[in-house]
Nanobody, 115 residues
Framework: QVQLVESGGGLVQPGGSLRLSCAAS????????MGWYRQAPGKERDLVAR???????KYGDSVKDRFTISRVNANNTVNLQMNSLKPEDTAVYYC?????????WGQGSQVTVSS
């Protein structure tokens, strides 16, 4: 079992920055791909970014060149640095991870971009 605990959401003005963090804990051998998804009201949950154990990354088209994902394998954490935030980035952000063929989700962290 893997528990994912997120931190770092909140309210920010357009053009501002936020950093989300997610820590994995529990009983597991290894964590595979980790990532972030987001879901705005009335919309589907979409990929924001994901990263492999080896550091290969994939970003959603709407966040390329603004967001940066990173991870620290030694303590099973994944971070999302969000810059140049726009109102359309407003959503609940979910941490995601794979371990032992099972997919896990965090509880979600609200990010609101508004003046």
């Amino acid at each position: 079992q893997v528990q994912l605990v997120e931190s770092g959401g909140g309210l920010v003005q357009p053009g501002g920055s936020l950093r989300l963090s997610c820590a994995a804990s529990g009983s597991f051998f290894t964590i595979g791909v980790m990532g972030w998804y987001r879901q705005a009201p009335g919309k589907e949950r979409d990929l924001v970014a994901r990263i492999t154990v080896y550091g290969s990354t994939k970003y959603g088209d709407s966040v390329k060149d603004r967001f940066t994902i990173s991870r620290v394998n030694a303590n099973n954490t994944v971070n999302l640095q969000m810059n140049s935030l726009k109102p359309e980035d407003t959503a609940v952000y979910y941490c995601n991870a794979f371990s032992g063929g099972t997919e896990y989700w965090g509880q979600g962290s609200q990010v609101t971009v508004s003046s």
